[in-house]
């Protein structure tokens, strides 16, 4: 029984809610200062650290692009073999090159003995067959081991920057495509890259040159000194994992980079974005905070108070309803007339209430039901409102039986694990069509399932709703079927029904009872299941009339069914399945 709690004074009820509203706007503000200082930090660096990785891939891949193009092109120059005499057309297919990728500067094609059979290029004199031996020569012997050979960057007249690429032929009589790059058509690629307003990046390659640059000036002049900032903070990055890091760049400013590898050349390519532009955005949330903060304070004062006066009274009347209705009291009723939130609060609290003992009376309900009825048949009594349609008594029904063919095979071959996943997909498709039906699901055993039509709650034209429901079981089925021939498992699926006059009704022992039927139509059923072949739905005579012309029926030749004198007649629904298993 509930008692009447005592009203604590209003001056300490005050000071609760003071301290706790106070708390909970400004300290959370006070956190939350903190917290998106670090937090903005560390998100500001991770998405920065991302955009600088990105651009640095990005840039990686078009230089890499570049030159994989050019190994290409040389490649063209090296797949046929060398005839006897002067190849014209190779000094044309030469020239054509030179003139198609403006940054080779001079090509020369030796041949598998090692000699020169050609030189053209763009600033010396051309030359067709001098004889001269490269087989020693560095590219040569790179191309021949690593079929594409690209050599170390070097500055011609201590400025420009060229590299030397070697490409083998398929085959050591083809010889060697070598050729001069002009590495200055690389700036195109870099001096595109913006991070922010004033990003940038730049190319280094293994032994710390400055390759390219978006102020070309530093890497035509070659300075080792100048670039040495760079190249310690390429180190830096390394040591890092290839992390985003803080470092110092060529003019000594603070800078984020981040750092992508070109593995052909072994270069890389590293952006960067200034500091002071990248955490710009945090220094203007910790203003925006401090504002919060003020406004806060001046919020929870005045929140305090008027909450103070406006809740307390209500709240207690809510805490006390709650209490009753939490202790099972569900008829006990909460009366608020504040006409805002807190009302409706109160008005779904007693909607809650009489759901509550709803549920719990039906809970209960199908609760003792269920400890003798399958779940399916105590469903059923629940939405009856009356177990006396489980009495045992005789009514005509109709019975239908489906089994899977091939499943003792299928299951003495196959994972326990693939058995157990196949049979809930069977069983789930059919429950579905079984609950969209209104039938019972009786009993399963394995891969067969008994379904009562018109037991235990009568239904109208049950023989024409057992044969849509068996049809719509076949297409269900079939589908899954088609999944599983896919995966090598050769299944099938019959169904066969029956309609006649059954007993229905509670039959086991004390402990446990089931809902099932007794009598001719369920051996009828089994037994025209069993004879029902994959993709068939077999009928009796006494459903096939009830169903009429409704769905077409084909008959066909009566059969010998174990447990029956005679032959027995029998149909077969003609539903065109689709075929799935195509």
Not at 58 to 77: P, R
Not at 404 to 410: E, H, I, P, S, Y
Request: glycine share 8%; net charge negative; with cysteine.
């Amino acid at each position: 029984m509930a008692t009447d709690v005592p009203k604590p004074p209003r001056k300490l009820l005050f000071a609760k809610y003071f301290i706790a509203v106070f708390g909970a706007v400004v300290v959370p503000l006070l956190v939350a200062g903190a917290s998106e200082a670090w937090l903005g930090y560390r998100d500001q660096r991770a998405r920065l650290s991302e955009q600088l990785a990105l651009e640095a891939r990005l840039a990686a891949v078009e230089i890499h692009n570049f030159l994989e193009g050019i190994s290409d092109q040389l490649t063209w120059m090296v797949h046929l073999p060398w005839s006897p005499g002067v190849d014209e057309r190779r000094r044309l297919d030469g020239l054509r090159l030179l003139r198609q990728v403006p940054s080779i500067m001079s090509l020369r094609l030796i041949d598998g003995s090692g000699k020169e059979r050609l030189y053209v290029s763009r600033i010396g004199l051309n030359r067709v067959e001098s004889g001269e031996d490269f087989s020693k020569d560095p590219a040569v012997l790179g191309a021949a081991g690593q079929r594409a050979w690209m050599g170390p960057v070097t500055f011609q007249g201590g400025s420009e920057p060229f590299m030397t690429v070697a490409v083998a032929g398929n085959r050591s009589a083809v010889g060697t495509a070598i050729a001069e790059v002009n590495l200055k058509f690389i700036w195109e690629v870099i001096s595109a890259i913006r991070v922010g307003r004033t990003g940038e990046a730049y190319v280094l390659d293994h032994p710390g040159n400055l390759v390219a640059h978006p102020d070309i000036s530093l890497v035509l002049r070659a300075d080792e000194d100048a670039v040495l900032p760079l190249q310690l903070l390429r180190t830096a990055i390394s040591a890092q994992a290839g992390q985003a890091i803080a470092g110092r760049d060529i003019n000594g400013q603070m800078v984020m980079a981040a750092m992508a590898t070109i593995p052909v050349a072994d270069w890389s390519v590293i952006a960067k974005q200034p500091l002071t532009e990248a955490f710009g955005p945090i220094y203007a949330a910790l203003w925006r905070t401090g504002l919060l903060l003020v406004g806060g304070a001046i919020l929870a004062v005045l929140l305090a108070y008027w909450l103070t006066q406006r809740m307390v009274r209500p709240i207690r009347r809510l805490e006390d309803g709650v209490a009753r209705i939490g202790a099972g009291e569900f008829d006990h009723r909460i009366h608020l007339t504040t006409g805002d939130e807190l009302e409706r609060l109160a008005e779904r609290l007693n909607d809650m209430a009489g759901e509550l003992a709803v549920s719990q009376e039906r809970s209960e309900r199908i609760g003792r039901l269920k400890r003798f009825l399958a779940p399916q048949v105590a469903e059923l009594v629940d939405q009856a409102g009356d177990d006396r349609v489980l009495d045992g008594r005789r009514v005509e029904v109709v019975v239908v039986f489906c089994d899977l063919r091939g499943f003792t095979a299928f299951s003495a071959r196959a994972e326990p694990e693939i058995i157990i996943s196949a049979l809930s997909a069977y069983y789930e498709a059919l429950d579905r069509v079984i609950t969209a039906h209104g039938a019972t699901l009786v009993s399963f055993l394995g891969d067969g399932v008994m379904v009562l039509v018109n037991a235990p709650v009568a239904c109208s034209d049950p023989a024409l709703r057992a044969v849509t429901m068996a049809c719509d079981m076949q297409a269900g089925v079939q589908l899954l079927l088609a999944e599983w021939h896919r995966a090598g498992h050769e299944l099938g699926f019959g169904v066969g029904l029956a309609m006649g006059p059954a007993t229905v009704g509670r039959i086991g022992a004390e402990g446990r009872f089931d809902y099932t039927a007794i009598g001719n139509v369920v051996n009828l059923a089994a037994r025209l299941c069993a004879s029902a072949k994959d993709g068939e739905i077999l009928v009796d005579r006494t459903a096939a009339q009830a169903v009429g012309t409704t769905v077409v029926l084909v008959e066909q030749e009566a059969r010998a069914l174990k447990g029956f004198d005679q032959r027995v007649p029998i149909f077969a629904v003609d539903v065109p399945l689709r075929d799935v298993r195509a």
